[in-house]
């Protein structure tokens, strides 16, 4: 692993409902593709990110969950996210990672921004392009 110097604080945003002390780890189904059995778990230093990821991952939930954001602390080696580092943001200004370790929650975090109802929706057509665009290959 990459020896990241980023010390956080770190934060993972989901519609899991954590306690202090939970473990998030490796090996569940991605919230965005639930096809694919995660072999990392993802989070970033910025709260808004995982505002963002905790959006997206109730409006790809069944149901009305409510999207959660968590402090969170890495229990082992992390590196920078290749699916945002590599080609589209060089040197990872998103400060987003992954472990293949656990990430313990430290706390629920009430107070970070939601998204405004227009972002939301751009969200929904973007996230139902992605859909359209895996059927048509499935087909």
Known sequence: MGSVMD???FFHGTIADLRAGDLLSAGHRSNYRPEIVMNHVYFTALLDGAGLAAEIAAELAEGDPAPRVYAVEPTGDFEDDPNVTDKKFPGNPTR????????????????????TPEALQMWRERLAALRDERAEIIN
């Open 7 to 9: 010390e956080g604080p």
């Open 96 to 115: 987003s990672y992954r472990s293949s370790a656990p990430l313990r929650v430290v706390r629920e975090v009430a107070d970070w921004t939601r998204l």
